[in-house]
């Protein structure tokens, strides 16, 4: 869980499942849907599914950790004070390293922040055993435009493999 104080009334707790833990800093509603901000924490081994955001872009700031992060044709591996833009409509998959990791994650215009109010479990109401709503994530991605293209471990190679590329 993020160590980032309380703070002002918007900043609530939430998991999404039990591979990511999620602060939300600033809201759409308080830039006017420019962005949001969230610090995001995942365990050790912890992969989100492959998957792309057709409104938004991702913005990544590793605080601590590490993440192996595949976008499009690149692969690359971020460490503590790196940074990286994940443009809209490019495939990705994040994975936590042996330390798992954590991340301030901005995203333009706001999307992701949306995403986890919605879909996620506030923290005062999450056990060992939450487990992700399926149903209710893939209702809001659809929702918000992002589009799930594979499970935890497929990654945009498999995507272009599929294609006969």
Aim: proline share 8%.
């Amino acid at each position: 869980m993020s160590d980032l104080p309380s703070g002002a009334e918007h900043v609530a707790d939430y998991v999404l499942g039990q591979d990511l833990r999620i602060r939300i800093l600033t809201t759409a509603e308080e830039t006017n849907g420019q962005f949001d901000l969230v610090d995001a924490v995942m365990p050790p081994g912890a992969m989100t599914p492959l998957h792309l955001h057709t409104r938004y872009e991702e913005r990544i700031w590793v605080v601590s950790g590490s993440f192996q992060l595949w976008a499009g044709d690149e692969a690359v591996t971020l460490h503590p004070g790196d940074f990286y833009t994940i443009r809209m409509n490019v495939p990705h998959a994040i994975h936590a390293g042996p330390d798992g990791g954590r991340a301030l994650t901005l995203s333009s215009p706001a999307g992701f922040g949306k995403l986890i109010a919605q879909a996620a479990t506030p923290v005062d109401r999450a056990s060992p055993e939450t487990e992700l709503d399926l149903e209710l994530f893939m209702a809001v991605t659809a929702e918000l435009g992002d589009v799930v293209l594979g499970p935890p471990g497929a990654l945009p190679a498999d995507l272009e493999q599929a294609q006969g590329r």
